[in-house]
């Protein structure tokens, strides 16, 4: 019992903390593909405030009206007046590790030290613990700031027929199963290098 209530805790110490985190002036944002056009809005604000110089828009999967490929989101950004050689795209990855992977081999190139990660709010949690564990199996590390796409109704359906609460849900059942394909790194150690970040 005292064991599932500390899992459940910290659980909730993760989204807590991937929802209201201190974010610094950064490498690059990272944009993530899903929930339609939706996550834009946040990846142009944190770049037009200079909080980035630079723009990654990561995903190869397109199943519209939901999963939007890089390439049309990354045309979006330029119609909102952002250069176009800010803008660096992503395209191979079909699913979140394959990004955390594929944007942190940028990242690794380039010899960025900080990126502000833009997910939904349902979605940030898992995909901070995906991009973590891509992190630690390129055996890098740089400091990754959550930033997601927070202004969004909760219970109002979106394109993939369910709402973000419902979909929320489902990201927390997806941890067990990550968790078993070895695509998350696991709370506890997240929390750690939440603590190492913060001291940097």
């Known amino acids: 019992m005292k064991q599932s209530i500390g899992k459940t805790f910290d659980l ?19 944009c993530l593909e899903g929930d339609g056009y939706n996550r834009l809005e946040k990846t142009i604000e944190l770049f037009k405030r200079g909080l980035a110089k630079n723009i990654v828009v ?8 939901f999963c939007i490929h890089a390439e049309l989101l990354a045309k979006q950004i330029i119609k909102k007046g952002i250069p176009k050689n800010k803008i660096i795209l992503e395209t191979h990855s ?14 690794k190139k380039k010899n960025w030290k900080k990126i502000l990660l833009v997910a939904s709010h349902f979605h940030q949690p898992r995909a901070y613990l995906t991009f973590l564990k891509a992190m630690k199996d390129l055996k890098i590390k ?13 219970f109002k359906k979106t394109d993939a027929k369910l709402t973000r609460m419902q979909l929320l849900e489902e990201e927390i059942k997806k941890l067990e199963e990550y968790t078993q394909r070895g695509h998350v790194l696991n709370i506890e150690t997240a929390l750690k290098y939440q603590k190492w970040k913060e001291k940097k």
Do not use: C, M
């Open 142 to 154: 740089i400091r990754i700031f959550n930033s997601p796409a927070n202004n969004l109704p909760w």
């Open 94 to 107: 079909k699913n979140t590790y394959e990004q955390g992977l594929e944007v942190l081999k940028i990242a």
């Open 12 to 30: 909730i110490k993760l989204i807590t903390i991937t929802y209201n985190e201190p974010i610094e002036k950064s490498d690059a944002v990272v």
């Open 58 to 65: 990561s995903g190869g999967y397109h199943f519209p009206p």
